[in-house]
């Protein structure tokens, strides 16, 4: 899913930066848990956030 997120912004024009960060947390929304994951970079200055709640066992973790 990881990989799907700088692939997308590759197809949509967007810089891609060396250094990628992904930030996991878990959040709780209607009463379900979710992965919130947020992807940014430095340079160009880019941040997106997703909410997958299909996740089994989400996830607080900071790569990158």
Do not use: A
Request: hydrophobic share 35%; with cysteine.
């Amino acid at each position: 899913m990881l990989w799907s997120m700088i692939d997308k912004r590759k197809e949509n024009g967007i810089e891609v930066d060396y250094l990628q960060v992904f930030q996991l947390s878990i959040e709780r929304k209607n009463g379900v848990s979710v992965q919130k994951v947020v992807h940014r970079q430095e340079c160009p200055p880019v941040s997106d956030i997703y909410y997958l709640p299909m996740i089994e066992t989400p996830k607080n973790i900071r790569y990158g």
